[in-house]
């Protein structure tokens, strides 16, 4: 059974960087779209950015600019380098396989004021 795991979640400070990373336990990683979500309390789950297997990527307004998605197909890895954070950002991060419909188990970002 296909895994995600995410990592690199924790505490910043407002306007510092933080990168999240998620690998993949298949084989077949590199033909897939793979999403970062993001949960804050209370509110519903929303994309973050999106990466398709040709690297084409879509983000959220409130992040264009600031986050980055990227992925290294030989270590079935997706990144999210995300800059100049806002306490806004504070969610839980989940990684998602868009082909199998397949999500991490979350790793929280906090960022401080």
């Known amino acids: 059974q296909v895994q995600l795991a995410e990592s690199g979640g924790g505490l910043v400070q407002a306007g510092g960087p933080l990168d999240l990373s998620c690998e993949a336990s298949?084989?077949?990683?590199?033909?897939?779209?793979m999403g970062w979500y993001r949960q804050a309390p209370e509110k519903q789950r929303e994309l973050v950015a999106r990466?398709?297997?040709?690297?084409?990527?879509n983000y959220a307004d409130s992040v264009k600019g600031r986050f980055t998605i990227s992925r290294d197909n030989t270590k079935n890895t997706v990144y999210l380098q995300m800059n100049s954070l806002k306490p806004e950002d504070t969610a839980v991060y989940y990684c998602?396989?868009?082909?199998?419909?397949?999500w991490g188990q979350g790793t929280q970002v906090t960022v401080s004021s």
């Open positions: 990466i398709t297997s040709r690297t084409t990527t």
């Open positions: 998602k396989d868009e082909t199998l419909l397949l």
């Open positions: 298949t084989t077949i990683f590199g033909i897939h779209t």
